[in-house]
């Protein structure tokens, strides 16, 4: 998860650095031209994707002649809702990137912990005591003082944040609901396949940019980034305990003030430190009373 998150950061830098010159569209188009061919590649080295003359589907599966992992229809819902929930908080995660410091959209993605919690609770039916709800009532009290709502230094952006993090929390749900027949390469390049589609059906009403070697460069980064990112994402949600790896995200604000300061020049402002440390004390909070759980239970067993 914290390897994660420096790759999710590091891409969100490169795309932020683009976004100057050329629209989100195309960024995200580019980078998917790079990134589809190279988690391809990854299929390919571990035996999930070979050709060997005509492909035929028949039902559910796939014949002899080009083998896949057999897909449930369960788990090609569970997949196509992921990638959804992943486009549209692509769409309003970089949208708000491109207009948001680094550490600001950072700092507000930090209560996806806390709601990744709550939807453990409501829809996988994981046990939440009254301190945990206590911790994420606290938590979202933190996200309002880094948006302060109505206020000086407010931006619209930061509900488009907050939205992508209700899609985000779909996904990581979802994830957790795969079974362990489908490996996680191909839900990842269902992802990438999805948002490079995105891009390409939307570059006929935005302007292209030309494209320069440092251009190019970035979209390299960001394309490695990113894929390194779904991967590390994927892997974590559907082997790890979700309350246990859950508050690693929080080094992801470690990695974006840092970009920012480096790349941007920009460093977080009083309200949004106190804001992400807030929730990062309640998301620690939640990480203990997990624990604590987990001993007890361990107990009575």
Same mark, same amino acid.
């Given at each position: 998860?914290?390897?994660?998150?420096?790759?999710?950061?590091?891409?969100?830098?490169?795309?932020?650095?683009?976004?100057?010159?050329?629209?989100?569209?195309?960024?995200?188009?580019?980078?998917?031209?790079?990134?589809?061919?190279?988690?391809?590649?990854?299929?390919?080295?571990?035996?999930?994707?070979?050709?060997?003359?005509?492909?035929?589907?028949?039902?559910?599966?796939?014949?002899?002649?080009?083998?896949?992992?057999?897909?449930?229809?369960?788990?090609?819902?569970?997949?196509?809702?992921?990638?959804?929930?992943?486009?549209?908080?692509?769409?309003?995660?970089?949208?708000?990137?491109?207009? !948001?410091?680094? &550490?600001?959209?950072?700092?507000? %993605?930090?209560?996806?912990? $806390?709601? #990744?919690?709550?939807? *453990?609770? @409501?829809?996988?039916?994981?046990?939440?005591?009254?301190?945990?709800?206590?911790?994420?009532?606290?938590?979202?009290?933190?996200?309002?003082?880094?948006?302060?709502?109505?206020?000086?230094?407010?931006?619209?952006?930061?509900?488009?944040?907050?939205?992508?993090?209700?899609?985000?929390?779909?996904?990581?749900?979802?994830?957790?609901?795969?079974?362990?027949?489908?490996?996680?390469?191909?839900?990842? !390049?269902?992802? &990438?396949?999805?948002?490079?589609? %995105?891009?390409?059906?939307? $570059?006929? #009403?935005?302007?292209? *940019?030309? @494209?320069?070697?440092?251009?190019?460069?970035?979209?390299?980064?960001?394309?490695?980034?990113?894929?390194?990112?779904?991967?590390?994402?994927?892997?974590?949600?559907?082997?790890?305990?979700?309350?246990?790896?859950?508050?690693?995200?929080?080094?992801?604000?470690?990695?974006?003030?840092?970009?920012?300061?480096?790349?941007?020049?920009?460093?977080?402002?009083?309200?949004?430190?106190?804001?992400?440390?807030?929730?990062? &004390?309640?998301?620690?909070?939640? %990480?203990?009373?997990?624990? $604590?759980?987990?001993?007890?239970?361990?107990?009575?067993?």
């Amino acid at each position: 998860m914290a390897a994660g998150m420096l790759a999710f950061v590091l891409n969100d830098g490169l795309m932020k650095a683009l976004f100057a010159d050329m629209s989100l569209y195309q960024a995200i188009f580019l980078r998917g031209i790079i990134t589809v061919p190279l988690i391809a590649m990854m299929m390919w080295h571990q035996g999930l994707i070979w050709f060997r003359g005509l492909i035929w589907f028949r039902g559910l599966t796939w014949d002899r002649d080009f083998s896949l992992p057999e897909l449930a229809r369960r788990d090609i819902i569970l997949v196509l809702i992921r990638a959804f929930s992943e486009l549209l908080a692509t769409i309003l995660f970089l949208t708000a990137l491109s207009q !948001m410091p680094l &550490a600001n959209v950072t700092a507000i %993605l930090q209560v996806l912990p $806390l709601t #990744v919690t709550m939807a *453990a609770a @409501l829809f996988l039916n994981e046990k939440v005591g009254w301190r945990r709800w206590l911790a994420i009532s606290i938590g979202f009290a933190g996200v309002l003082v880094i948006i302060r709502p109505g206020m000086d230094g407010f931006s619209i952006y930061s509900i488009w944040v907050l939205a992508a993090v209700a899609c985000i929390t779909v996904r990581e749900i979802t994830t957790r609901q795969l079974s362990a027949d489908i490996p996680s390469l191909p839900v990842a !390049m269902v992802t &990438a396949i999805a948002i490079c589609g %995105l891009g390409a059906g939307m $570059l006929p #009403v935005v302007e292209w *940019a030309p @494209l320069t070697g440092m251009m190019w460069l970035y979209l390299g980064g960001a394309a490695l980034a990113i894929v390194f990112g779904y991967l590390f994402s994927v892997m974590t949600m559907r082997t790890g305990d979700i309350g246990f790896v859950a508050p690693f995200r929080y080094t992801a604000m470690i990695w974006a003030i840092l970009l920012g300061l480096l790349m941007f020049g920009d460093l977080p402002d009083m309200p949004t430190v106190v804001g992400t440390l807030i929730i990062v &004390a309640t998301g620690l909070y939640s %990480l203990h009373r997990e624990h $604590l759980n987990r001993r007890q239970l361990q107990a009575v067993h």
